[in-house]
């Protein structure tokens, strides 16, 4: 909302300077986007002709022209010269009245004018569209001034008293502050001052009555809860008067006759859209015209005043011409036909309300936004409609030269729901609210200011009547926002609620939830972020079935087809994050995401959203350094932070499955292990991701990676484990090199020594694995591991060691088929 | 001669090898050579019972005086070869303390993580709980129960990602029949909706913050992601008042983002909170008289907030007039570029290692 600050001093008395108001509109809650100064500062801009008109010799858009600024531009002799300017716009004539930005303005915005070329043709000035004068937002051309307006003048001065706009933005509860008198009414409540609005009003009505001219129908009092008509005829249309051109200009309107100038001018006054008809161009039938408020057909068509062919829906409210062709669509734009020309003579005004719900959705369908639209979507005061046609009338009376017909055509079949309710306010409920010892003469008197009847109803209570043209006043909480922001929230102590009753923190989940984020990067992970959205081929390129995962949650409109639907497993993201690094030359990466995956049902509406654990290792750890040297990621380094995560979170029975290839198809087969804890539990997965996959995610080099269930870490995980005592008495050291079949496996071997071992062995340690077909044999490995053997109570005799030692060497043998590498 | 002179020029001989003697091999066959088997002193200690009774105990006392000299000289240059020696190995040893240290390169937090988490922690330690929801709601908990209407443009497909509701009218709240014509199931535009879920099935006092992902379909650039960080806190007891609103703001503020931070309350329009407001917090730049970074206003928006609607506390259950809340949501990515003035939000979900290891 464009507030014109010599408009507003015209209703209410403000401070000489509008930095003021600025700081009171933020301080109760009318957020300023922009103060404008209009008409100043304008140097070196002047009003002027266009002389000439040509095609520019080396562009299809552009003109060069030749444009007479008067004696502002003169040769050595004192003759007045034209200047050349090259100029873009589409929309003006040889000898039309424009306005140019001589070489030396300075335009809003700080925008320079230079002495140019533009495709090698010199330019020297520019022919200005009201939005660079910071006079309105029209840019769709340039400025064209009446073609009596002088050549040569300072544009300043054309335009009389320089004014400072306010651009607004209006919370959308506030219909009333898209208007001047309830901008004035919300600046009287700032300032406890009070307003003095005066409205015209019709001097003489003549002719026939309306009602003799106009019939109104209303199909369904939900699309249109009033309509009224007034008509006047004999309309001169022409020019508007400056004074009404320069308010539509200022409100951000463009003048452009002084019918349509009328209509604009009382919506920004009032708040309430109007529509003229020619009424011409509506069918006559019995010597009337009849207007049919009518939802639209379903595919219906109509041109609006835009030039726009629309095709409605049911949920559209059109007006029409005797119930067939539609004139207007209800609440947003007039239909071109009828819409008011030079030949004008006899108008039919509109003033009504129509549904804000379907003017909002219509606006919103048809992307067609209008001054109209913004205003009947926040709904307007319906008790207001004759009203603003009379002062409407009086305008066309005023500047058209035209004839009002007596009467008003009024149907109001919504009159019960526009009835002002009553609403009781309670004073300690307000200063509960607020934490603020308000004063109740406070809370009466600013209530008034804003157009509320106050009146004392008890002890604590105050009877309130709102009035019609705040719908957003229907609640005592509604009065108790209106009394707390005019006092100033920015004055209320703060204070701390006490509390009581109530203890907060995090849950052990959530800690232990932090807990995985901290082991995984102390192991060399960085955390990421990436979007819970999936192509609809993520699974398929990487191989991974759609078993157990549900049928994918599909979004409706997608922004691209990448993010068609939502994720089911984060693989995919955290591989794009590969590729992305990789394609940048960061060759280490070493990634973990801890996020949602979504498994939609076929027949529920709400998908399962489990939280899943997955990390993704690339390249080394580091680059070489002087004093290290890294090996490339392997399976063992993503198994390792697995493990120290299991660890961590002191979940038992930890056992790695080498991988079943039909069940882990996106994994290298023989490099991937199935992870599972508790007794049988799955937890998750880690392995190499399968070169095939990683080619089809644009993955270049080999990655290892994990994922598991973030519900199955924490289901398992366990507070800290009891305490072991620490040995006191020396154990003894000896080390076994066996040589097995490639098929036992390190587990087996672990397994099998542990239970040959007895009571006396306290440690197993694997410290080597060694492979040679001469010395080792084909098809077998060297496993030596360092075995500690203790007892709590006493010295272990040699004797005692060796005895054990050896019978564990048998054991083991005889079940593994192994033997002692010598 | 006789044996005192003896014993003297051992004493003497001692005195002058130890002198001497460079390092602790020349000491050693030094000592030998005097205190050995064979070795000079212990020849003379030997010889003493050859000699008449009379002079054995002074020439014993003499002896076992030289004895004592020459273990105490030879001690001394032992311990200050040895001292040498360490010198000589520390000498050796030094290396440039300005070569790179031996580094275990852990990973970092993502920087929004960071912020939810320090977030967390504040709120936490005012006794708050952190609570979290599904990312896949239902039109009631993300509009309706917040009191957005029906009409809101919020709602619609162009401010909310609505997804294939595969079973329509099986979800509570049944009367939400396709507000906007697409399907009652959507991706969460804002974490409130896991408000309404703690007051369905808490009690008051309630004082939570409830962190989380959210989605938007804004085509991501440079200051929009179709997917960000939300953290709306939410608190419902008797007697809460405005002004505690504004003091746990306060505090908060002032926690994130530094105690010299002024505050601003704006009055503003929620459809879930009245009175509702925007928070500013004074530009960490300027301190607040206006620069590029605030756009001359001094101020940062920060967050949107207010007291609870009593339509939401009704339609979550809880008796509006006995109890009154606030309500306040903000953005986290907001924050993060407020704090590092990131040129480009998209950088936060790419996983570029160059930059998540700044954090």
């Given at each position: 909302m464009r507030i014109s600050y010599e408009w507003l001093k015209s209703m209410v008395d403000v401070p000489e300077d509008p930095a003021e108001l600025v700081a009171e509109f933020t301080r109760t809650g009318t957020e300023v986007e922009a103060v404008e100064k209009v008409g100043a500062n304008l140097e070196h801009v002047v009003t002027a002709q266009v002389v000439s008109k040509k095609p520019h010799p080396d562009s299809d858009h552009m003109w060069l022209c030749q444009v007479s600024v008067g004696d502002k531009n003169v040769d050595a002799d004192g003759n007045p010269v034209p200047l050349q300017i090259v100029c873009g716009a589409q929309n003006f004539n040889e000898g039309d009245h424009i306005v140019c930005a001589m070489i030396g303005a300075v335009l809003p915005g700080d925008f320079k004018i230079k002495k140019s070329k533009l495709r090698g043709v010199e330019s020297c000035g520019m022919n200005c569209s009201a939005r660079e004068l910071g006079l309105g937002s029209d840019h769709e051309g340039i400025m064209i001034l009446p073609e009596d307006a002088p050549v040569g003048m300072d544009f300043t001065d054309y335009l009389g008293t320089s004014d400072t706009v306010i651009d607004c933005e209006i919370t959308p509860n506030r219909p009333d502050c898209l208007s001047m008198t309830g901008m004035a009414v919300e600046v009287a409540a700032i300032l406890d001052e009070d307003t003095h609005v005066e409205l015209p009003s019709v001097k003489a009505e003549k002719g026939p009555d309306a009602a003799d001219l106009v019939d109104v129908t209303i199909d369904d009092p939900e699309l249109c809860s009033r309509y009224t008509a007034r008509v006047v005829r004999g309309v001169k249309i022409g020019p508007s008067p400056e004074w009404l051109a320069r308010r539509v200009a200022a409100a951000g309107g463009r003048s452009i006759n002084n019918v349509v100038d009328v209509t604009n001018y009382v919506m920004y006054l009032t708040g309430q859209p109007l529509h003229a008809f020619d009424l011409g161009k509506l069918t006559e039938r019995d010597g009337r015209r009849h207007i049919v408020v009518r939802a639209a057909g379903d595919g219906e068509k109509l041109v609006t005043l835009d030039g726009q062919e629309r095709t409605l829906t049911p949920d559209m409210c059109v007006i029409t011409d005797d119930g067939h062709t539609p004139v207007a669509l209800a609440g947003v734009m007039g239909g071109l036909d009828s819409e008011i020309t030079e030949d004008t003579t006899d108008v039919l005004l509109e003033s009504a309300n129509f549904s804000s719900g379907h003017t909002s959705r219509t606006s919103r369908n048809l992307d067609l936004m209008s001054e109209a639209s913004i205003r009947y979507e926040r709904k307007v005061d319906g008790t207001n409609c004759a009203n603003v046609a009379e002062i409407a009338a009086a305008l066309f009376e005023e500047c058209c030269g035209a004839e009002v017909c007596p009467g008003i055509v009024d149907v109001y079949p919504g009159e019960a729901d526009d009835a002002p309710v009553q609403i009781t306010l309670r004073p300690s409920r307000t200063r509960l609210i607020g934490g603020a010892d308000i004063p109740e003469e406070f809370m009466v008197a600013r209530l008034r200011r804003l157009g509320c009847s106050v009146e004392r109803a008890g002890e604590d209570a105050l009877s309130v009547v709102a009035p019609t043209n705040r719908p957003d006043l229907t609640r005592e909480v509604d009065l108790i926002e209106e009394v707390v922001r005019l006092w100033g929230e920015g004055d209320i102590a703060p204070t701390i609620p006490a509390a009581r009753n109530h203890a907060g923190g995090l849950t052990p989940e959530q800690r232990r939830v932090r807990r995985i984020g901290q082991v995984l990067r102390s192991c060399g992970l960085s955390e990421t972020s990436t979007y819970c959205f999936a192509a609809t081929d993520d699974l398929a390129r990487l191989g991974i079935p759609e078993t157990g995962r549900g049928v994918p949650v599909k979004i409706i409109r997608p922004l691209v087809a990448e993010q068609s639907e939502m994720r089911r497993d984060l693989l995919p993201g955290l591989l794009r994050s590969v590729a992305y690094n990789l394609d940048h030359g960061v060759s280490n990466v070493a990634l973990y995401e801890i996020g949602r995956v979504f498994f939609g049902h076929e027949s529920k509406s709400l998908p399962d959203e489990p939280s899943y654990v997955c990390g993704v290792l690339c390249g080394r750890r580091a680059d070489d350094a002087w004093n290290q040297r890294f090996d490339e990621y392997d399976f063992f380094d993503a198994k390792g932070v697995v493990e120290e995560l299991l660890d961590a979170l002191r979940v038992t029975k930890v056992r790695f499955k080498a991988a079943d290839p039909e069940q882990y198809p996106w994994l290298q087969p023989g490099r991937a292990a199935e992870v599972v804890a508790g007794g049988g539990q799955v937890v998750g997965w880690v392995g190499n991701v399968h070169p095939r996959g990683l080619r089809a995610m644009g993955v270049e080099a080999p990655v290892v990676a994990f994922e598991l269930s973030q519900a199955a870490l924490l289901r398992l995980a366990a507070d800290q484990l009891s305490y072991q005592d620490i040995p006191t008495l020396p154990g003894v050291d000896v080390d076994l090199a066996i040589v097995v079949d490639e098929s036992v496996t390190c587990e087996t071997l672990m397994q099998r020594i542990g239970s040959a071992g007895g009571k006396l062995l306290s440690d197993v340690r694997l410290f080597d694995v060694y492979r040679d077909p001469v010395r080792v044999g084909e098809g077998k490995k060297s496993m030596a591991f360092s075995l500690t053997y203790r007892a709590a109570d006493r010295t272990l005799t040699s004797e005692e060691v060796e005895k054990a030692h050896a019978k564990l060497v048998t054991k083991v043998c005889k079940s593994t088929g192994g033997e002692v590498r010598s | 001669m006789s044996m005192s002179d003896d014993l003297k020029a051992i004493e003497a001989q001692v005195a002058e090898g130890v002198a001497a003697a460079q390092s602790m091999e020349e000491l050693e066959a030094l000592r030998v050579s005097v205190l050995g088997k064979k070795g000079q002193l212990t020849a003379i200690m030997r010889s003493m019972g050859k000699l008449a009774p009379e002079e054995r105990p002074a020439m014993g006392q003499l002896a076992n005086t030289v004895r004592a000299n020459v273990d105490a000289a030879l001690k001394a240059r032992r311990e200050t070869l040895a001292a040498e020696l360490m010198e000589r190995k520390m000498a050796a040893d030094a290396c440039d303390v300005t070569l790179p240290g031996r580094r275990l390169?852990?990973?970092?937090?993502?920087?929004?993580?960071?912020?939810?988490?320090?977030?967390?922690?504040?709120?936490?330690?005012?006794?708050?709980?952190?609570?979290?929801?599904?990312?896949?709601?239902?039109?009631?908990?993300?509009?309706?129960?917040?009191?957005?209407?029906?009409?809101?443009?919020?709602?619609?497909?162009?401010?909310?990602?609505?997804?294939?509701?595969?079973?329509?009218?099986?979800?509570?709240?049944?009367?939400?029949?396709?507000?906007?014509?697409?399907?009652?199931?959507?991706?969460?535009?804002?974490?409130?909706?896991?408000?309404?879920?703690?007051?369905?099935?808490?009690?008051p006092p309630i004082y939570m913050i409830c962190p989380g992902t959210v989605f938007r379909p804004d085509t991501a650039d440079a200051n929009h992601l179709p997917q960000f960080t939300q953290i709306e806190g939410l608190v419902?007891?008797?007697?809460?008042?405005?002004?505690?609103?504004?003091?746990?703001?306060?505090?908060?503020?002032?926690?994130?983002?530094?105690?010299?931070?002024?505050?601003?309350?704006?009055?503003?329009?929620?459809?879930?909170?009245?009175?509702?407001?925007?928070?500013?917090?004074?530009?960490?730049?300027?301190?607040?008289?206006?620069?590029?970074?605030?756009?001359?206003?001094?101020?940062?928006?920060?967050?949107?907030?207010?007291?609870?609607?009593?339509?939401?506390?009704?339609?979550?259950?809880?008796?509006?007039?006995?109890?009154?809340?606030?309500?306040?949501g903000m953005g986290v990515e907001r924050i993060a570029c407020l704090r590092y003035d990131l040129p480009d939000l998209r950088m936060l979900m790419t996983g570029d290692m160059r930059f998540l290891s700044q954090f």
């Open positions: - | 390169t852990p990973g970092t937090q993502h920087l929004i993580s960071q912020i939810r988490e320090e977030v967390e922690d504040i709120f936490c330690g005012l006794g708050y709980t952190v609570e979290d929801g599904p990312y896949i709601e239902t039109t009631w908990y993300n509009f309706t129960a917040l009191n957005a209407p029906e009409d809101h443009p919020s709602r619609s497909a162009k401010d909310t990602f609505y997804v294939v509701d595969n079973a329509p009218g099986t979800v509570s709240h049944a009367e939400e029949t396709n507000v906007q014509g697409e399907s009652d199931i959507l991706l969460r535009t804002q974490t409130s909706g896991v408000q309404v879920h703690v007051m369905e099935r808490s009690k419902v007891d008797e007697g809460i008042t405005f002004g505690d609103f504004k003091g746990t703001m306060d505090y908060f503020l002032r926690q994130v983002f530094g105690e010299d931070r002024a505050t601003r309350y704006r009055p503003h329009f929620f459809p879930f909170t009245e009175p509702s407001c925007e928070v500013d917090v004074s530009c960490g730049v300027c301190g607040g008289k206006g620069c590029r970074f605030c756009k001359g206003t001094g101020w940062l928006e920060i967050l949107g907030a207010g007291m609870v609607d009593p339509n939401v506390l009704d339609n979550c259950g809880i008796d509006s007039e006995k109890y009154t809340g606030f309500a306040f």
